[in-house]
């Protein structure tokens, strides 16, 4: 079978790779049909993730069919449709047994630590697979599952409320879906983005209020919307760090601050301010149990889904498929690897 690796950072080859075969009773054995690329398989690829390990099979975002199970294997049968859960953990360390095993300090990663989804099959326990309808969802829609339950998780770890103010920095793929999310926990969403292609999509992914702050500016704007209150909850999911330290000026009293850019430089935050407001700032990474509830949402999206989903390419085409995705003006939103072919 074939299977995109990176056999160092900056060189990635589509490799004959072995078929796995399951060798234990709790094991299934899915076909990959599609999977997206992600910013971090960008930084896999580069060597700008200081987790990778190489030579690696990169990718996370899969949705794919069964075509065998082990023999202990009761509720699945070939022909399901099924995701995959990109993390493992341990199950004993600090994290794990205070219910974040995203964090684990052994966690494993598909496409970084361990190998990932760009390649025909995979042998995965039966665990690592959330089934969905395929009547409901194609594999190409359900593959926009992963990237969903990162916005499940942000907006969970952020406590978004029915009636909170959210504030989201930022309108790529990640950026649109916590919005969404936000939306659906019966927030009040405001989207900032200095990209106006970008930003013309955020209404479509439930925020009432858009704003460019390269035109307008974003502090007063949200001060006459809060009536001088502030904002509740705001994620920064542009990759500008230096938001998060502004942030805190923009927060209302108890509000959350959500960073989920990965930026390298610290970034200073002024504690009078977070204590005087009894400010939270919550880190957010990967998702933990969010599938199940992602596989209920997304049958109910496929419009916006439609729209995340800007290009997709046969495997054999992933050169094409990642230089789209390293020119920042190709306006590529999610880009989907189909193995349909
Ligand atoms: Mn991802």
Redesign the pocket.
């Known amino acids: 079978m074939k299977a995109i690796t990176v056999t160092k950072p900056g060189t990635m080859e589509l490799l004959e790779a072995e078929k796995p075969e399951i060798t234990s009773p709790d094991q299934v054995l899915v076909k990959i049909h599609a999977t997206?690329i992600?910013?971090?398989?960008l930084h896999v690829y580069h060597g700008s993730n200081p987790y990778a390990l190489y030579p690696r099979v990169i990718g996370?975002?899969a949705a794919g069919e069964i075509v065998a199970i082990g023999s202990g294997v009761a509720d699945l049968v070939p022909g399901d449709g099924v995701v995959l859960e990109?993390v493992t953990y341990c199950g004993q360390c600090y994290a794990c047994r205070t219910g974040h095993h995203n964090v684990c300090r052994n966690l494993r990663v598909l496409g970084c630590i361990a190998d990932g989804t760009f390649r025909e099959y995979m042998v995965v326990p039966r665990s690592q697979v959330y089934p969905f309808d395929r009547k409901k969802l194609t594999y190409i829609e359900a593959s926009l599952c992963?990237?969903y339950t990162?916005g499940a998780q942000a907006t969970w770890r952020g406590q978004v409320k029915p009636g909170d103010m959210v504030l989201v920095h930022g309108a790529g793929p990640?950026g649109l879906i916590v919005a969404d999310m936000a939306k659906d926990k019966g927030a009040t969403v405001i989207v900032s983005e200095p990209d106006e292609a970008r930003l013309a999509m955020a209404k479509d992914f439930g925020a009432d209020h858009s704003i460019n702050p390269a035109k307008d500016n974003l502090d007063d704007f949200l001060h006459e919307l809060t009536d001088g209150e502030g904002v509740n909850v705001i994620f920064e999911a542009a990759g500008v760090p230096a938001l998060t330290a502004h942030g805190v000026r923009l927060l209302s009293p108890a509000g959350r601050l959500v960073p989920l850019s990965f930026g390298k430089e610290p970034v200073p935050i002024n504690f009078k301010e977070v204590n005087a407001k009894e400010l939270t700032i919550l880190g957010t990474r990967h998702q933990f149990q969010k599938f199940p509830q992602v596989i209920q949402l997304l049958p109910e999206r496929l419009d916006r889904i439609h729209r995340l989903i800007t290009h997709r390419f046969p495997f054999s085409q992933y050169e094409k498929a990642f230089a789209l995705l390293e020119n920042h003006n190709s306006g590529a939103g999610k880009v989907i690897l189909t193995l349909d072919e």
């Open positions: 997206g992600c910013g971090s398989d996370h975002e990109p992963e990237p990162i990640i």
